[in-house]
């Protein structure tokens, strides 16, 4: 009896190792989705994040990241004009939780999905964005390339069950001989812009001037048509003091001459 209690406790006991070194509970963490496997063959359902039973042997768990994540692609492209570009852009994406199956059955893991997904995604997009502008205009125009990319590089990214969050043009670099051609045609461009305004200037100082001299030489006009003699002899009382000009003859005694006073024609002596 004793005998078989032993027997019986060493293969209990033998069962429970079994089963722990088989690990049939996973662990699915915060940020990821669990692939589920049977006998290696990927199945439809899709694990949340916690604590799973799985069949020993004949099933397996893998976890797949569906976070945000962030790849630096550097393009060397041909712009329109054909000159060389090397465009520096960086994306961020994830995993479609709901589609993280269908991924790891058709791409495999996040590694692979960037070397065979994202990689040449993003060149073919940004070389055929690049194509249909001028190397000056992928600098002048890098809100517009920016939105091109990401429209046809969400589209093309959607096919795979990846979610592209974002594209951003970090650095557009040329070669030394465009560069060069670029910063010499942006000072022609400033020296234009000054010797314009310079001539601006010179031009409104001309008007100016010639306004000035038009309103003087109105002003006279006006000032001949309005003094009249009668205005003239008019401001000559106004400025009289009361004192009467005495004019000197061949006489030991001075007159007053009328005239000089605008007074009708007569010789006023002055009282003795």
């Known amino acids: 009896m004793d005998r078989n209690l032993v027997n019986a406790g060493a293969l209990l006991l033998a069962l429970v ?14 940020g990821t989705r669990g692939v589920l496997l049977n006998f290696g063959k990927v199945q439809d359902t899709i694990l949340d994040e916690g604590l799973h039973l799985r069949i020993p042997v004949v099933q397996e768990i893998v976890p797949f990241s569906v976070r945000v994540q962030k790849t630096d692609i550097l393009a060397q492209v041909g712009s329109k004009d054909l000159q060389e570009v090397k465009l520096d852009v960086a994306i961020n994406w994830h995993a479609d939780p709901s589609r993280v199956n269908e991924i790891f059955q058709r791409v495999g893991d996040e590694t692979q999905v960037v070397s065979r997904i994202l990689n040449p995604a993003v060149g073919e997009v940004v070389k055929a964005a690049a194509a249909k502008k001028n190397a000056e205009e992928i600098l002048t125009k890098r809100p517009e390339l920016k939105a091109e990319i990401d429209d046809n590089l969400d589209e093309r990214l959607a096919g795979f069950g990846i979610v592209l969050d974002s594209v951003s043009l970090l650095d557009v670099d040329f070669t030394r001989e465009f560069a060069a051609a670029i910063e010499q045609k942006q000072i022609a461009e400033q020296e234009a812009q000054r010797a314009g305004y310079v001539a601006q200037k010179a031009l409104r100082e001309a008007e100016a001037e010639v306004n000035r001299a038009r309103g003087r030489a109105e002003s006279q006009k006006l000032l001949q048509e309005t003094l009249t003699p009668e205005v003239l002899k008019n401001k000559v009382i106004e400025a009289w003091d009361g004192k009467f000009p005495l004019v000197y003859g061949g006489g030991a005694l001075p007159f007053l001459d009328a005239k000089l006073l605008g007074l009708p024609e007569k010789v006023l002596s002055p009282q003795p």
Request: aromatic residues 0%; charged residues 0%.
């Open 17 to 30: 190792l079994v089963v722990v070194a088989a690990n049939p509970l996973t662990i699915v963490g915060p």
